[in-house]
Every structure is written in C-alpha cells, then in structure tokens.
C-alpha cells in the first residue's frame, strides 16, 4: 500500500523540550510539505522540500527545524523557541512542487497531534 | 494577498438532501483540489479541476469549476452520515516558485440520520 504515514498520532511535550515528528513516504515523490492546523485557521506551511537535501521556508517556519536527507523520510523538530506549538501537524507530499497543477497535487498524511503540557 | 473563501463555513443537513460548498478567489486559479478531512485526521484528496467549465464526479459528489477559473462549487447529492466531515478547497495560483498554493479555511458538514 503507497502512502503518507505520520508518527506519533499524539505527542506531549513538556516545555523546553524538543520533540520530532516523523513523517515518511513511498510514493516516490520528490516534493514534501509540513503544515500546521489550528482550529478555525487554514493550513499554514511550516517548511517543505522539492528534492533530497534542499528545503526552504514557509510561513511560519520560526521555531522548527527540518532535514531531507533520504527521499522517503521529512521529519519536523519543534524547538523550544515555538512559543505555541499545541496544535495539528500535517505532512503532505506530491510528485513536483512548481511543476503542473496535476504533478503538484498533494497528498497528506494522517497528522500528529502535539500538546505542550 | 490572494484568498480562498470558502462558504457557508458550517453546514447542517438531514440525511437525503442535496447540498453545495463554494469555494471563491478574487484571481484566476491554475488548479483547484478539493479536500475532504475528518475530526483530528489528515486530508483526502477527492478532486484536482484546471480548466474552465470543468465538472467531475466521484460517486454521489460533484465538483466544478466555473469559466473564469474564480469559483470552484463541490454538490453532494442524496447525503449520508459518512458525507459528514470539513470540506477545503486548495488552489494553485499559478505564480512563479515552487511553492504556489493557497487554502481555505474549510466547511464543516453534519449529516443526520
């Protein structure tokens, strides 16, 4: 089965802590994505990443770091510096990013939701 | 900066009945996806429209996109309790980069039995 897995499904962190989410893919795609959802707010992108060892800054990338070191694996750390991480994080992934609109159609995974205690 | 309006933002309707979502921009789309997701799960994609006037359907829901690639409506006809969930639509505006996608904020719809 080709799919987007997220891991943990819950995370709690206590403050001062750096957590990682984990997210993984074997779609072959190449473009991966990192969104926040926040209730009553759109998705909000964090980071995402075209191909191996490249990524680039979304909206809100303050406070989270990414790496993009195999073409399957995208984790997101959530660093002590996010003052409000309690929220719901989704990963995504497409063929491209900045290609056509069908090659660009995302595909998410099943989100992990972070609590800071 | 560019926007996706989606309406109404709540929905409730009894089990059997017809309904439509929109989903508006203030510009010209180059792809429009429609997204359904359930309470504290990731999004399912349903449909991805490009061109004016385009309509698809998958089982009992229909989506379109209007000539002007402005306003994308998605129809659920003869509703049912597993309808139930947020609706979002996700659009590609079409700008130079890599990352050139916007969303809505979502439409939460209860079917009941």
């Known amino acids: 089965d080709g799919g987007i897995t997220q891991s943990p499904k819950y995370l709690f962190r206590k403050e001062g802590q750096n957590v990682t989410l984990s997210c993984e893919q074997n779609?072959?795609?190449?473009?991966m994505y990192w969104y926040r959802q926040d209730p009553g707010q759109g998705l909000r992108l964090i980071y995402y990443?075209?191909?191996?060892?490249?990524?680039q800054k979304g909206d809100i990338a303050e406070g989270y770091s990414v790496s993009r070191e195999k073409k399957e694996s995208f984790p997101l750390t959530v660093t002590s510096a996010q003052k409000n991480p309690t929220a719901f994080y989704l990963c995504?992934?497409?063929?491209?990013?900045?290609?056509?609109?069908?090659?660009?159609?995302?595909?998410f995974g099943p989100g992990t939701r972070l609590t800071v205690l | 900066s560019q926007e996706l309006e989606q309406s109404p933002q709540s929905l409730i309707v009894q089990e059997g009945k017809n309904l439509t979502i929109n989903c508006t921009s203030s510009?010209?789309?180059?792809?429009l996806y429609w997204y359904k997701q359930k309470y504290g799960e990731g999004l399912i994609f349903l449909m991805m429209?490009?061109?004016?006037?385009e309509e698809k359907s998958h089982e009992k829901i229909t989506a379109k996109l209007d000539e002007k690639k402005q306003q994308s409506s998605l129809h659920i006809t003869a509703s049912q309790p597993s309808h139930a969930g947020i609706y979002l639509c996700?659009?590609?505006?079409?700008?130079?980069?890599?990352?050139?996608?916007?969303f809505g904020t979502g439409t939460r719809l209860k079917v009941l039995a």
């Open positions: 429209l490009q061109k004016g006037g």
């Open positions: 779609l072959n795609h190449d473009a």
């Open positions: 996700g659009a590609d505006k079409g700008t130079s980069g890599t990352y050139k996608y916007i």
């Open positions: 995504a992934s497409s063929i491209l990013a900045g290609g056509t609109s069908s090659t660009d159609t995302q595909y």
């Open positions: 990443s075209q191909i191996v060892n490249d990524f």
């Open positions: 510009k010209t789309l180059y792809g």
